[in-house]
């Protein structure tokens, strides 16, 4: 019986594409990643990627993709998964098989996000031939998606710091691209009310990141104004009391789930599916409510027995299955593209986010 072989293009998310190709490869398919080392967490190359430079106009960059189409056409992909492809020349790696694409968000977050009107014209055409996937219900209802598998970490097993106790924990954390959406504005306000009240512990509000935002930064918070790799930010972020994933406009959030898989609580808004996600008693905060986001931080980071399994990667579902192996074989249910042994169902491999008792994520 043939692998099944799978082309995988994603330039801009390496890790979490990584996540799902060995995932695919354990399961027994055969992967080839085409990426790039646009995501700040890049490092040298795997056996199954082809790196490229995503830029069409620098001339440069056009004999490695040349070359990339030729591995691809040997490869001869049963499936395409295609996830923020926005070079036009990697619509010519096997147009002709069927194909899946990745839809992370509903809408720009901003508008540095913002795609030029032919290149929506271009890519729209070509993803009407597609199924498409979303992270989340939130999304898949906004862009009728035809599946939802949801959102995991990007953070390999293996990677995966220490647990680190309620006692040594210190500091609350904001992550990633610091732009408008990011609600940091609310965030500080938020914060000057909680180090001004009874319940402030000496924590910092640790900003992590660089992007258009340009406020100015109250008493206890820090900026590590800098762009990050995760070997820099996990200690950081693995021994914090909380992440701040407040934000005024979301789909779903790596950096929530990235939190929880460390263990670590995260203060998120009712914003896009970021309550989806949420812990039962950790319940999503109203985007401008800047007294019960402050009361929040004071909250003691002692957590629970069954708050500990968070920090089992990934994680482990009831039966004792990997979730990634889960998530493979939805893959094959989503594509149609089963190798011929039964498969299980979509809604049977791929419990809702928030189902705790079969995820093992950081529950109430």
Not at 16 to 22: D, T
Not at 194 to 210: E, R, S, Y
Not at 247 to 258: C, F, I, M, N, W
Not at 277 to 287: K, L, N, S, V
Request: glycine share 8%.
């Amino acid at each position: 019986m043939s692998r099944l072989r799978v082309l995988w293009l994603s330039p801009w998310m390496r890790p979490l594409a990584r996540v799902y190709a060995e995932a695919l490869g354990a399961a027994g398919a055969q992967v080839l990643l085409v990426t790039s080392d646009q995501h700040p967490s890049s490092d040298g190359r795997r056996d199954y990627e082809l790196v490229l430079d995503p830029r069409p106009k620098s001339l440069p960059t056009w004999p490695d993709t040349a070359r990339a189409a030729l591995r691809v056409k040997d490869f001869a992909p049963d499936v395409v998964v295609s996830e923020l492809v926005r070079d036009p020349r990697w619509l010519a790696f096997a147009p002709r098989a069927p194909r899946v694409e990745l839809v992370h968000d509903d809408r720009p977050h901003d508008a540095g996000e913002l795609r030029p009107g032919w290149e929506r014209v271009l890519f729209g055409f070509r993803s009407r031939g597609s199924r498409s996937l979303a992270f989340s219900r939130y999304v898949a209802e906004q862009v009728g998606a035809d599946e939802m598998i949801p959102l995991t970490s990007d953070l390999a097993d293996a990677e995966v710091p220490p647990f680190v106790s309620a006692a040594h924990r210190r500091d609350f954390v904001l992550l990633g691209r610091l732009n408008g959406y990011k609600n940091i504005d609310v965030c500080l306000q938020a914060w000057q009310q909680h180090t001004a009240g009874p319940g402030w512990a000496g924590d910092n509000l640790v900003l992590v990141g660089d992007g258009e935002w340009r406020g100015s930064l109250p008493e206890h918070v820090v900026w590590q104004r800098k762009p990050f790799r995760y070997e820099t930010v996990l200690p950081l972020l693995a021994r914090a009391k909380g992440s701040v994933v407040h934000y005024r406009r979301a789909s779903q959030s790596g950096v929530q789930v990235l939190s929880m898989q460390l263990g670590v609580v995260p203060i998120v808004s009712t914003a896009g599916a970021l309550p989806e996600f949420q812990p039962a008693a950790e319940p999503a905060i109203g985007i401008d409510d800047v007294t019960v986001w402050s009361g929040r931080s004071t909250r003691s980071p002692t957590l629970t027995p069954r708050r500990r399994a968070a920090r089992k990667p990934k994680h482990i579902i009831a039966e004792g299955i990997p979730r990634q192996s889960q998530r493979v074989r939805c893959w094959r249910c989503s594509t149609g593209l089963s190798s011929g042994e039964a498969e299980p169902q979509l809604g049977k491999t791929c419990p809702p986010p928030g189902d705790v008792e079969c995820l093992g994520t950081l529950p109430g």
